[in-house]
């Protein structure tokens, strides 16, 4: 992954200092609280429900073990012991005290690591496949040009304040992983005719109050291009968005206002001009980050381990997990693991600071060191030898970290909702619990098959609720928390935004509608029909019909 050189241990170390002198001077009462608000936004720290939260950049979801020893630290000194892992591949903090933030932010400059831009109207943290550099039928590593992308959007003069904020995500895999539909800039590396790499450039996605599937504007950037090009579709959008209405001021409506060809052709036009200037990489810059996403020493190995074999063979609960939880890996004689955060009745993307101890530990036991953090909040430890699967797994297993759930109906993504966000209008925590307790057989849920629900609290749709296999909206009616369910969402290469079935349901029938949309997604599929499959094939009509019966 990316090590920080001297510039970047500067830029950090100073940016901290900058920010200790604005907490001092808002603890003292120089500055207000909306004086002080664009000043700790652009160092990541919120004013929540509670308290502050702070949010910490994992570039493009990569963690080294030192990283994430740190983090447990922190969740142990600063917070209640824990961190919650976002669908942006970052990390929150929710309990932090005003006092207590610069030394945090000490503390990960120590490590390579910062709070800068994970909020605010600028690029946010850029996120790619957490199979990078281990997946196989990749391109290649993605998380280089993610990494080129990071350095070029940090503090940019021009985009530093955007009509609104802005995210960008890489994918280099057939299999998008990465949700890069849904996301302002999505880029996917692709091969032309004559086998060159470059990008197809989707703009416009985004989920929230008007949810979008992104368009494509460019079937073919070449890679050496992709920073003008980026500067080009930032600037139309800097030039074109809307700053008078906060709800439309995504560059989703923008495309959506003018359509993805007018959109197109003034990005052309504006790249025209700039294509071939100083913006363009370096060929000695794009060579010095990208030979440090090197792939580790991987041993020569045969194909598949006999002890994996043998042990898959005799151990049934270690055969479900390795089912479930295990993907293929490029090198011969490795997989990639998950690691789920979604043990029943627990709130999802929660981790402990022993929890990430352990982690870091396994880590570089068997994994190189590197942690991937996924933008379903799991982790992932991505070159493990399948010789050393079944130790791994025993060694998860008193941790709760050993759940084989990856993709069925209980690795549910969600917000923190209503329980800490003051933007909520329900919570989403423990609906999210109560759903796993309701699916918590295990051969039940691997039944089912992949099935994907994710739940926001709110309209802003933190939870990905649009993009669900089954969606799950918090909303107020008369003061009171109702859901409503939206199905046939799909943030993969086959994206789609969800129908909303019909009225919310109440806090105390919502799981109960869960249950009615699973029977009856069970009563209409053909043999080895994914949820999402079938939905495709028979349409709404079955499901409203089985949720209204009685409603």
Not at 17 to 38: M, N, Y
Not at 484 to 492: E, M, P, V
Not at 531 to 547: A, V
């Amino acid at each position: 992954m990316y090590t920080y050189d001297a510039f970047d241990e500067t830029f950090v170390t100073e940016r901290v200092a900058q920010f200790r002198d604005q907490v001092a001077r808002r603890l003292s009462g120089e500055l207000t609280e909306d004086q002080f608000r664009p000043l700790r936004l652009m160092n990541g720290l919120y004013l929540q429900l509670h308290a502050y939260m702070l949010r910490v950049a994992i570039p493009y979801g990569t963690l080294t073990s030192i990283q994430l020893r740190r983090l447990a630290h922190i969740a142990r000194r600063y917070d209640k012991g824990y961190g919650h892992f976002t669908t942006r591949q970052n990390i929150q903090y929710n309990w932090p005290a005003l006092k207590d933030t610069p030394d945090i932010l000490a503390d990960l400059a120590e490590v390579g690591m910062h709070a800068i831009q994970t909020s605010g109207n600028c690029i946010r943290n850029v996120t790619a496949d957490q199979f990078a550099g281990a997946a196989a039928g990749e391109i290649e590593d993605p998380r280089i040009w993610a990494e080129i992308i990071r350095q070029w959007s940090t503090l940019h003069p021009e985009f530093s304040f955007l009509p609104r904020k802005f995210k960008i995500a890489v994918t280099a895999s057939p299999n998008d992983r990465a949700a890069i539909a849904v996301h302002d800039i999505g880029l996917k590396m692709v091969r032309d005719q004559h086998g060159e790499v470059g990008f197809t450039v989707y703009v416009g996605g985004g989920m929230g109050r008007t949810p979008f599937i992104g368009k494509e504007i460019r079937a073919f950037l070449p890679k050496a291009h992709l920073l003008s090009y980026l500067e080009a579709v930032l600037r139309v959008y800097n030039q074109h968005g809307r700053r008078d209405n906060m709800f439309k001021s995504r560059i989703k409506i923008l495309v959506h206002e003018i359509g993805a060809d007018a959109f197109r052709e003034r990005v052309e036009t504006e790249w025209a001009a700039i294509k071939d200037g100083p913006v363009e990489l370096p060929a000695e810059e794009l060579a010095r980050i990208a030979e440090q996403f090197a792939p580790p020493a991987f041993e020569t190995l045969a194909a598949v381990a006999p002890e994996f074999e043998m042990r898959r063979f005799e151990d049934r609960a270690f055969a479900r997990w390795a089912r479930a939880n295990l993907f293929p890996h490029r090198q011969p004689g490795y997989a990639i693991v998950n690691l789920s955060l979604k043990p029943e009745g627990e709130p999802p993307g929660d981790a402990s600071a022993e929890q990430m101890d352990a982690v870091a530990d396994l880590a570089d036991r068997f994994g190189f060191g590197d942690i991937r953090v996924t933008h379903e909040q799991n982790l992932v430890l991505p070159h493990v030898r399948q010789k050393d699967l079944y130790e791994l797994w025993q060694a998860l297993l008193p941790l709760g970290l050993a759940t084989p759930n990856i993709g069925t109906v209980t690795d549910i993504i969600a917000c923190p909702g209503l329980d800490y966000c003051s933007l909520a209008n329900a919570r989403s925590i423990n609906v999210a619990e109560d759903i796993t307790r309701r699916f918590s057989d295990l051969d039940r849920a691997h039944d089912l098959g992949e099935l994907k629900i994710k739940i926001s609290g709110c309209i802003n749709a933190c939870g990905h609720h649009h993009v669900g296999h089954i969606g799950i909206l918090g909303v107020d009616k008369k003061g009171e928390e109702h859901y409503q369910i939206t199905l046939g969402g799909d943030a993969t290469e086959t994206a789609s935004i969800g129908e909303i079935v019909g009225p919310a349901f109440s806090a105390a029938r919502i799981v109960d509608a869960v249950e009615t949309v699973v029977t009856t997604y069970v009563g209409h599929r053909a043999p080895g029909e994914r949820f999402l499959d079938t939905y495709r094939r028979i349409g709404m009509k079955p499901f409203k019909d089985s949720l209204y019966a009685t409603h």
